[in-house]
């Protein structure tokens, strides 16, 4: 036996290596064909979708509903008869799949997780006897491959994949960026729209969803899932999936969460400042001109202003000021006045001014206006010019310019310059090399005037608030040397990994992320050391245990993933294959080297009892007004039975009612009938369902209704 597991698992490394040195890099896809004989390929439509997000902290839980059918297609010979539906799709680099389901009639089969090899001989076994089987496999850090067999002609299949996604810190606020899009458009048509399931979190705000109407700050509830916000995309107008918005979550200067295990280990996850919240007093005053072009930049009017507005808040300290000039015929100030950097009011003002931005570029006109600006007020030092101007490519024109700039305003004040163009526009060689767009101005220009110049073509994958954050920043004082150290007070911390690496020069405003493990009690210190000016500083705080934010299983699985990502990255060995599969599947953490899969059930794979469908939260049932203000009912779990205990008041009259009890797929299972109950009593729930059948271990909710009394409750059966 020794031998032929060794022997397996050589075959094991050498299938998963030539499937690597044959891997192409494929971009998304989504398509149907017949896997028995046709290698014809016909697109595939996405009829329905919605997306349930759960944050975590630093990172959230995204489902992602798909109903795909083959709607619109015309088969030749017996293409049409068994199709199987395949998708190649991408997520973020960092995300961490974690579950699969696949819809077969009105069951959900969970998949069951295993190494590739095995699962890959199950499937392509299946698919010969046409059966329901759906699998997933990761075949790179980003790029995954989906298939679910059969769909029939005229038919529909339904999944379910739920991956861990990081969240992305934006100044003191958590943005959580919904993939998918680009995938969406592989559809043969798009769906009519897409439905947005939100559950809150902890202390986080009331999310902000950009370019996209508003979720109202009123909860639903469900009484199987809980409290949520819904909220409809139409797709046909949409050119991308929202992100997701909390405000100042990290406008303390941290963020830490936990999660205790039954064991001694248990995992951590922590966002701060290199200076734990504590202000650099900079002084800075620094006034913004936006001279914007439409026609030479993707970045939309609403975006530029709303990364400007939160770079402003992040990057900027409360003793500092700022404002902004509109360039045009007849420029604007946002403000009569400088205003701090932490006026929230102007700031929100900011990021609806879309009507001061113009359509076009007036740069010398904006220069007129700057000059008399620093006129008026000689304490202003900075200038951030914002454009997507290109009218500036050749040298004389450029030259000229810069004269002028330089007879009227002093070497004194700082320019800066934050160029928008997505790609070159415009170009010319000279002095042996080529210059596109106004580079050319905005380099010796900002060398000139000791500032720095940043371009939206270097900052394309990161986004315009990335762009604004580099070049405000270089305008504060750097940190160097930086390290860090988390303590318990009884205990340690180890096995940490973060979202980004440290870098090698930091600013305040940057964001210090960390997943570990942690062993032990007591309240967190946290310890940071840097060189600021020379001269060597550090900063502690103290966090006491009981103020630390919880955090569910989710965050033990996003670490695993973090750890099955470094081992991935190692050559292909026995040691290396055997450990990834070992921890993959005792997580349930996708890797290279495993497959979710997917079966119809039988005699030994059953429908999962406790998997809730998110979907059908169409109608939430308002338990604030059909809650009794009294809880006359109470249950008690115990090993064979549920003993609910009442007590009526004096008076209560009711002929009738019933006890029902959910399982989590919102099914009722059992119906216990209440007829004239006296004043006092308790009611005995078997543990059983309709058939007399034992139910599972799990989640369950008990819905009692009799009289005036309206009671839910959820139920915990171990």
């Known amino acids: 036996m020794a031998l032929f597991r060794n022997v397996r698992s050589g075959i094991l490394v050498a299938s998963l290596m030539l499937a690597c040195v044959n891997q192409v890099l494929a971009y998304s896809k989504l398509y149907v064909h017949d896997p028995h004989g046709s290698w014809r390929q016909y697109m595939a439509t996405i009829e329905e979708v919605t997306m349930s997000v759960k944050p975590k902290g630093l990172f959230s839980e995204v489902g992602c509903y798909l109903t795909i059918s083959e709607r619109g297609n015309t088969y030749y010979g017996r293409d049409g008869d068994s199709l199987e539906v395949v998708s190649e799709f991408e997520l973020p680099k960092g995300a961490v799949v974690t579950d699969l389901w696949l819809w077969v009639g009105d069951d959900i089969m969970q998949g069951i997780i295993m190494d590739k090899w095995t699962a890959q001989n199950i499937y392509n076994g299946i698919i010969a006897q046409k059966k329901d089987p759906s699998i997933i496999y990761k075949k790179s850090e980003t790029r995954y491959e989906l298939r679910i067999y059969p769909l029939l002609e005229k038919g529909i299949r339904r999944i379910k994949l739920t991956y861990l996604l990081p969240n992305t810190i934006v100044g003191n606020d958590i943005v959580v960026p919904l993939p998918g899009f680009d995938f969406l458009k592989k559809s043969r048509t ?219 305003i002093p070497p004194v004040v700082k320019i800066h310059c934050i160029e928008l163009c997505d790609r070159k526009y415009a170009s010319q060689y000279f002095n042996n090399r080529w210059w596109y767009n106004s580079e050319y101005l905005y380099i010796n220009l900002t060398r000139k005037y000791s500032g720095s110049y940043v371009t939206y073509q270097n900052y394309l994958s990161q986004g315009v608030a990335s762009l604004f954050k580099e070049c405000i920043n270089t305008t504060g004082h750097p940190l160097t040397d930086f390290s860090m150290r988390v303590d318990m007070a009884q205990g340690w911390t180890y096995g940490t990994y973060a979202l980004n690496p440290v870098k090698e020069i930091l600013y305040n405003s940057d964001i210090i ?115 009794s203000p009294l809880k006359a009912f109470v249950a008690q779990v115990k090993a064979h039975q549920v003993v609910i205990t009442y007590s009526l008041p004096k008076g209560s009259i009711a002929n009738r009612g019933a006890i029902e009890i959910y399982n989590m797929r919102g099914q009722v299972i059992r119906r216990i009938s209440l007829q004239s109950l006296g004043q006092k009593g308790r009611i005995i729930w078997d543990r059983k369902d309709f058939r007399g059948n034992p139910v599972s271990l799990g989640t369950y909710i008990m819905k009692i209704n009799y009289g005036n009394y309206n009671q839910v409750m959820k139920l915990n059966l171990i």
């Open 513 to 627: 992320t960390q997943f570990g493990k942690c062993n032990g009690t007591g309240d967190i210190s946290l310890q940071t050391f840097y060189k600021l000016d020379g001269t060597f500083n550090k900063d502690t705080l103290t966090i006491p245990f009981g103020n630390l934010d919880n955090c569910d299983t989710t965050l033990r699985q996003f670490w695993y993933g973090f750890y099955i990502s470094e081992l991935e990255r190692k050559p292909v060995s026995n040691h290396v294959v055997n450990e990834v599969i070992s921890v993959s599947t005792k997580n349930r953490v996708l890797s290279k080297y495993t497959s979710f899969l997917c079966l119809e059930p039988n005699d030994t794979i059953v429908a999962c009892e406790n998997c809730f469908d998110e979907q059908g939260l169409n109608t939430p049932i308002n338990l604030a007004r059909n809650m």
């Open 190 to 408: 798009l769906p009519s729209k897409l439905k947005l399931i939100v559950k809150p979190y902890g202390q986080f705000p009331i999310p902000e969803v950009d370019n996209h109407p508003p979720i109202s700050g009123e909860l639903r509830e469900d009484p199987l899932y809980g409290k949520y916000w819904g909220l409809n995309v139409a797709c046909s107008a949409a050119k991308s999936l929202p992100q997701l918005t909390y405000r100042n979550v990290l406008a303390k200067g941290y963020f830490f969460a936990i999660h205790t295990t039954s064991t001694q280990e248990s995992f951590f996850q922590m966002a701060a400042k290199p200076t734990l919240g504590k202000d650099l007093i900079i002084g800075r005053k620094q006034l913004y001109v936006v001279d914007y072009d439409n026609t030479k930049t993707t970045i939309d009017k609403k975006s530029l202003l709303t990364s400007l507005s939160q770079t402003i808040q992040s990057c900027l300290g409360p003793k500092e000021s700022f404002n902004v000039l509109f360039s045009g015929i007849n420029p604007q100030l946002l403000n009569p006045t400088f205003v701090s950097a932490n006026d929230e009011a102007t700031l929100r003002r900011l990021s609806l001014s879309v009507d001061l931005v113009q359509d076009y570029s007036n740069l010398p006109t904006a220069f007129s206006h700057i000059q008399n600006e620093l006129k008026k007020d000689p304490t202003i030092k900075e200038v951030i010019l914002i454009t997507s101007n290109t009218q500036f490519s050749v040298a004389e024109r450029a030259n000229a310019l810069i004269k002028d700039i330089e007879n009227n």
